[in-house]
């Protein structure tokens, strides 16, 4: 029974530093992204460079472009990996795209250089848009007849939509801006302008007890709940809350709980790019550049949906928002729920003993790994720094690298539910494929030169 609560205990404390740290700035943004895209791209547009008629020379390098360009985690890509099949891409490109985003993140990818070694970081880059590419043009083969179905029912779906207007663009740019205000690491970011200290008491009491109640390791990717965090899962709530009395029948009119939870969308986001430290005595407010440019952007929405949108574009748009959600975050939550009960059935000491070699065996541990051991973004790299320095051989660790960011277990269940669960199957078993024979050629590489 200790064992049970203490794996119960484990799940929920896993799910509450991920929702905690995780969902808003880099997911609920993506959230939106992906239903702007939905509502307002007519189809014509994604097919021209992504559907499955597109001659494959522009089609795949174009997805893996995107890919490369946004570069964001495993989690944000899933809403944006959603929108662009749902909108008519063939399954071919969005299979691309969903594989390069994740695995090119350019500050993992600039991490890896530095913590652990450029050979590592080229190899991981190159071996990923390869792959990803391969992967899709495999899949497009495998399933060609449902790629067609799929493909007649978008033409069905969005028959004579009229052209994107010049607003709707404006707004998606500005969606976009907030994502990369909001997540990326630029040193305009992170630099503090200004800061203030309020006289809070019990924001140092109050974060001590959240330690206690959510004890984490570093070392193992648990990152522990801050008290700022804990105020933001309660907003993430309220907003819940409002947006299923808003916009569950929001085709039935706007009321007055649409308005109340867009607006604490933004309230919340913006207090979430704040940076909160608690001293004794009071807390320390920090104003860096994420915040201004968050607060900037949540400003030009607001004001883009209040004056510039339709009143049927910003219905379509905060509609196709909510379903991509209801679709999709509930999977999310499930999945990190179980990694965090998986994290502690599994000891990183196998993982060490059966990865020493570049063996076939030692890379797909380090796949498996990748899938029953999530790691947020950035936090695999200094993982993966652990492993070597323990003796793990570097073709494993660049199939966990490759297979951490597309197989984690919410990635699989949330994939399973946009594509099938025979698609998505198959797509696991394409990615733990090439994952195990990037690190098999990496490695023998590596035995090479040294």
Request: hydrophobic share 55%; glycine share 10%.
């Amino acid at each position: 029974m200790n064992i049970l609560l203490h794996l119960l205990y484990s799940g929920l404390g896993n799910l509450a530093a991920y929702l905690a740290a995780h969902v808003l700035l880099c997911l609920l943004p993506a959230f939106y992204i992906a239903g702007a895209m939905t509502a307002l791209i007519p189809k014509e547009t994604v097919t021209r460079f992504l559907g499955r008629n597109t001659p494959k020379w522009l089609s795949y390098p174009a997805s893996a472009a995107a890919g490369f360009l946004l570069a964001v985690c495993s989690c944000t890509v899933i809403p944006l990996f959603a929108g662009i099949y749902k909108k008519g891409a063939g399954l071919g490109p969005a299979i691309t795209f969903l594989f390069v985003a994740p695995a090119v993140n350019v500050l993992a990818l600039v991490y890896t250089g530095k913590i652990i070694g450029l050979d590592l970081a080229i190899a991981r880059l190159v071996l990923s848009i390869a792959f990803g590419i391969g992967i899709g043009l495999i899949m497009a083969l495998l399933f060609s007849k449902q790629d067609a179905e799929h493909d007649a029912a978008t033409d069905t779906l969005f028959a004579g939509q009229a052209a994107m207007r010049r607003a709707a663009v404006f707004f998606m740019l500005v969606l976009v801006t907030l994502l990369v205000a909001g997540t990326f690491q630029f040193d305009f970011l992170k630099q503090t302008y200004a800061a203030l200290t309020l006289p809070l008491a019990w924001a140092q009491t109050f974060q001590n007890w959240l330690a206690q109640l959510v004890p984490f390791d570093p070392a193992r990717g648990e990152e522990g709940v801050t008290a700022q965090g804990a105020i933001l899962i309660g907003l993430l709530g309220l907003i819940g809350l409002a947006s299923w009395r808003g916009i569950e029948n929001i085709h039935e009119g706007f009321n007055r709980w649409t308005w109340i939870s867009t607006a604490l969308v933004g309230l919340t986001l913006v207090f979430a790019a704040l940076t909160l430290t608690p001293v004794p005595g009071g807390v320390t407010l920090a104003f860096t550049g994420k915040f201004f440019g968050v607060l900037a952007s949540v400003l030009g929405l607001g004001w883009m949906l209040k004056t510039q949108l339709t009143e049927d574009e910003t219905r379509d748009t905060l509609w196709e928002t909510w379903k991509f959600v209801k679709q999709i975050f509930p999977l999310l939550m499930v999945g990190v729920f179980a990694v965090g009960v998986i994290r502690q059935l599994i000891q990183p000491e196998w993982i060490q003993a059966l990865a020493g070699q570049n063996t076939l065996l030692g890379n797909l541990v380090g796949v498996v790994f990748g899938v029953f051991m999530y790691f947020p973004t950035l936090v695999e790299v200094p993982i993966a720094q652990m492993f070597l320095a323990l003796g793990m051989h570097k073709g494993p660790l660049l199939a966990y690298l490759i297979s951490d960011p597309e197989l984690s277990l919410q990635s699989i269940l949330i994939t399973a539910t946009i594509i099938g669960h025979r698609r998505a199957w198959v797509y696991v078993f394409w990615v733990a494929l090439f994952s195990t024979l990037a690190g098999l050629l990496y490695g023998a590489w590596v035995n090479f030169i040294f």
